[in-house]
């Protein structure tokens, strides 16, 4: 009986070493590498490291905090101890991972303070079961846990949302800026609260807890190093900015918002179209803005009002030129692929440009380069 006790608490202690190893190493990695491993072509987000790094540092602290039960053998001491380690993870891991999810939406700095507001509640009852040496509020925490869960999946599938038409609005290529992942973070988060709020115990309990734990370590890592920064000021600012425009001036009649059409599209022909800007990679708005000679609240109105996105208009552009170029390959008989002639095109990434031409054409490259030969 011994032994099995013996080799039940060894096995305990080793789960709880490679999730706190898992979180020491990521957070290592992210303090002192410079380069970038996953993608070293991607300048990542400084605001979303830092929060990752801080996150991956109370996970690892989190094992230390929870140690003192594995040698506990009262009851009431486990209980307490217990109890204390969830107060830690509510003060720490569980706002460090609201606040990493606002971080990953680029399109405006999100207040964090809601993340601290949401765990209130949970710190309050916590503290309050602590005081009393009684679980009998654990449930309550516990259903309010999961509400707080469903309340997030909602938030964020809004946000998304609203961060996707900010992308294609603004950028022409959208390469390590997508977000739509961050479900799949959101969704191992919500998995690790179901399953720490439901409690159940023993060993189940806790390989599940710490797996979880460690996917998300290792999801988050590839999150931070692959999500390009959105805040970094790639151009020269063009004399009228978007802020600076009154609400009045906003509210233009339709005479004067076409009669500015009319003007910015001979400009898009003559500096984007006919100057081949558009085969530029990482062309966003703002640089087109300033190519033509207005601002991008303006180009972006002209786009609105043709029911196009910037970065429909762009792909069109792209995919025209690529069908343009491989007609004129193939009536010379040259020697080409596809992939180098989506690069010619202005794709850095052939998948991307891949599901753009399916988008465009209705069919895949290989389906419509067989209907041409």
């Known amino acids: 009986m011994y032994g099995q006790q013996a080799a039940e608490f060894l096995q305990l202690f080793m789960l709880f070493g490679e999730g706190a190893a898992t979180a020491v190493i990521a ?3 992210l303090l002192l590498r410079r380069g970038n491993a996953f993608a070293p072509e991607v300048t990542t987000s400084s605001r979303l490291r830092r929060w990752t790094i801080a996150f991956f540092a109370a996970v690892a602290l989190g094992h230390v905090w929870y140690m003192p039960i594995l040698y506990l053998t009262a009851e009431e001491d486990i209980l307490l101890a217990n109890m ?3 107060l830690l993870d509510f003060l720490t891991i569980f706002p460090l ?15 964090l303070w809601p993340a601290f507001v949401m765990v209130a509640p949970l710190v309050a009852g916590t503290v309050y079961a602590i005081v009393v040496r009684s679980d009998d509020i654990l449930s309550a925490l516990k259903v309010y846990l999961l509400l707080l869960g469903i309340g997030l999946i909602i938030y964020m599938v809004r946000e998304v949302r609203h961060y996707g038409r900010w992308l294609r609005d603004n950028y022409a290529d959208l390469e390590h800026k997508e977000v739509r992942q961050s479900f799949m973070a959101l969704t191992i988060i919500l998995l690790v609260f179901f399953v720490y709020a439901s409690g159940f115990g023993g060993d189940a309990y806790e390989y599940i807890v710490q797996l979880c734990g460690i996917f998300l370590i290792c999801y988050l890592l590839w999150r931070v190093e692959t999500l390009s920064d959105l805040t970094i000021p790639k151009y020269k600012p063009t004399p009228i900015d978007v802020d600076s425009i009154s609400a009045d001036d906003m509210e233009n009649d ?13 400009l898009l022909q003559r500096y984007c179209i006919e100057a081949k800007l558009y085969l530029q990679h990482d062309l966003t708005l703002s640089q087109l803005a300033q190519a033509v000679g207005t601002n991008r609240f303006y180009l972006s109105r002209y786009f609105s009002h043709q029911g ?13 030129h690529f069908v343009s170029h491989y007609r004129d390959a193939v009536n ?3 020697s080409f692929t596809a992939q180098q002639l989506a690069s010619d095109s202005g794709y850095r ?3 991307t440009f891949s599901l753009a031409f399916k988008q465009r054409m209705g069919k895949t490259v290989k389906a419509w380069m067989s209907e041409i030969a």
Do not use: H, K, W
């Open 27 to 29: 957070c290592i990695y």
């Open 84 to 86: 204390v380690g969830v």
């Open 97 to 111: 991972a609201i606040i990493i999810l606002f971080s990953m939406l680029q399109d405006r700095q999100r207040p």
């Open 254 to 266: 339709e005479a004067s918002q076409m009669a500015r059409d009319n003007t910015i599209r001979p």
């Open 308 to 320: 196009i996105t910037y970065n429909a208009y762009i792909n069109d552009l792209r995919i025209n």
């Open 332 to 334: 010379a008989q040259e």
């Open 349 to 351: 990434s052939y998948s």
